[in-house]
């Protein structure tokens, strides 16, 4: 562990302690400090306990966009086989924000398509910190219309601060570009399956997580705006950030009152990051169950029902 | 002292503020300062009479001006939850509502309306900049849906006047999940093989344009309307760098290929018309000025317009 989040330090320091503790002892092989040292790792899982068992929506964001949670790159790797990238738009460029391509699923051939944010700062760069340009979206809407043609289930791994604010992307129609995507997401008779892993930053994520199932992880947000952004505006002071967070209901457990999510999916004590073995494999287990449920459908079914679920939301608000 | 600050100088201000804009009857052109008579500035849609600079037009006047005689129906638009999510900011969500209905005399954002416009018969919304921003949120959405579910069932093309800063912030994620939601309404008329037109009108920003404003099937902008995803201001910071002039008006998305036309308020109804009429296959509209549906005895646009369209066949 070298990232730790502002509100962990406590943590950081304890764990710190432990570590220095076996590291002199491993120095020298008289010392014992084994009890000692196992006392202070009860301190700490205690205290994460604590931590993470009352994440303020702020502190939520600042999970969902740890640097070393697990990533799109990371999923596709573990869950998926034969995974295939197909690249480009056909127009002007391949974004790199923006990736996805065939794969088998438990065997089954599907379509995947996510973002992915880059986990040093070489593939940060190369993938423009997961923020897509319209090439990305138009990439996505050509691999949606490859999957609806062959019948391969679609799943996309949401995880994005937004859709990236460029001279270049505002020239070359940015919003025109998620607007199709979110089109053809309402337009395809395939299974369509979103994970928010992470950040869902506003259009750039409803681009990819207009589906027939939407899962978050249970430390991810999904949101309209950044809570930065929105303090800013109506707080006119960008460090207002933890009033706009709470304000916005953006966490999982909000949103699924609210019936955006369909479902959460359990992190491992402290956040994905501090296991990131077991919450690829829940997310697996999350899209197995959902593409479960919805076997068997007919695309006009699976096209019908889509459409009705996002005509139907906004009816329970966050008291029913 | 007191008296004087409290007192004496409120009356002389107040006699003054009366006295610089009497009734309202001339308002200064943002774009070069002109004193405009309401009027004139009234007949020109509020456009200025002087430069051409287009100021905002409330969805009420757009609608007289547009259709028929001034003659249209509103459509009722079904009523979401208040305050959803209990949103508070430096104001209560709520508050905010009470004092944007007390100052546009609207209830929201958007406003919907059937009837007809050069003897077309046509559902039309427009959005409403003043009433928060125009901002989209679920009553917006549910204001789109409507107007679409009508224009299916009369089989009528939708025209849509967009204005927005985007989403509704105050409604949080279900502000944003207005764009699936009116991409379905634009779904609902395409499948119906009815035609959809988009007016972008100043400024046209955010989630709206990323949505049903993008989705048109004729995309025409208003001059000098702002359309964009991410704001100029937005842009500057993220690029630290100044932007081109004209960055983001609507002359700049129509050399880029993004809109299909740009054209001055003035000359917009007769150009919806036309295409709208020409979209459905209908002969060409009558030109000059209609009387209001229903005195059909003054005129019989079907006979002038047949004789057109009729003529080359002969």
Known sequence: MTNYLDFEKPLAEIEGKAEELRAMARANEEMDVESEAAALDKKAAELLKELYGKLTPWRKCQVARHPERPHCRDYIKTLFTEYTPLAGDRNFADDHAVMGGLARFNDTPVMVIGHEKGHDTKSRILHNFGMARPEGYRKAVRLMDLADRFGLPLITLVDTAGAYPGKGAEERGQSEAIARSTEKCLQIGVPLISVIIGEGGSGGAVAFATADRVAMLEHSIYSVISPEGCASILWKDSEKMREAAEALRLTAQDLEKLGVTDRIIREPMGGAHRDRASTIDAVGAAIASMLAELDGRSPKKLIKDRRKKFLDLGSKGLAA | ?314
């Open chain 2, 1 to 314: 002292m007191n008296w004087i600050t409290n007192y004496v100088r409120p009356r002389i201000n107040s006699i003054f503020s009366r006295r610089d804009t009497p009734e309202n009857l001339w308002s200064k052109c943002d774009g070069c300062g002109t004193m405009l008579f309401h009027r004139e500035l009234k007949e020109n849609l509020n456009v200025c009479t002087s430069c051409g600079h287009h100021m905002a037009i409330s969805p009420r006047d757009r609608f007289t001006a547009l259709f028929d005689g001034g003659i249209f129906n509103e459509i009722a638009v079904p009523e979401p939850l208040d305050d959803p999510l209990k949103f508070r900011d430096q104001k209560k969500y709520p508050d905010r509502m009470k004092a944007a209905r007390a100052t546009t005399g609207e209830k929201e954002a958007m406003l919907v309306a059937e009837g007809e416009m050069g003897r077309t018969p046509i559902v039309a919304a427009a959005q409403d900049f003043s009433f928060m921003g125009g901002s989209m949120g679920m009553y917006v959405g549910n204001a789109i849906i409507a107007a679409a579910e009508r224009a299916v069932d009369l089989k009528r093309p939708l025209i849509l006047f967009s204005a927005a800063g985007g989403a509704r912030m105050q409604e949080g994620i279900l502000s944003l999940m207005q764009m699936p939601r009116t991409t379905v309404a634009v779904q609902m008329l395409k499948e119906a093989g009815l035609p959809y037109i988009v007016v972008l009108t100043h400024p046209t920003t955010g989630g709206v344009t990323a949505s049903y404003a993008m989705l048109g099937d004729v995309q025409i902008a208003e001059p000098n309307a702002l359309i964009c995803f991410a704001g100029p201001r937005v842009i500057e910071q993220t690029l630290g760098e100044k932007l081109p002039d004209g960055f983001q008006r609507a002359e700049y998305l129509l050399d880029h290929g993004m809109l299909d036309r740009v054209t001055p308020r003035t000359e917009l109804r007769d150009e919806l018309i036309t295409v709208t009429r020409m979209l459905l296959g209908l002969p060409p509209a009558v030109a000059g000025d209609l009387p209001a549906p229903g005195d059909t005895d003054m005129a019989s646009p079907e006979k002038a317009a047949k004789q057109p369209s009729d003529a080359p066949r002969e």
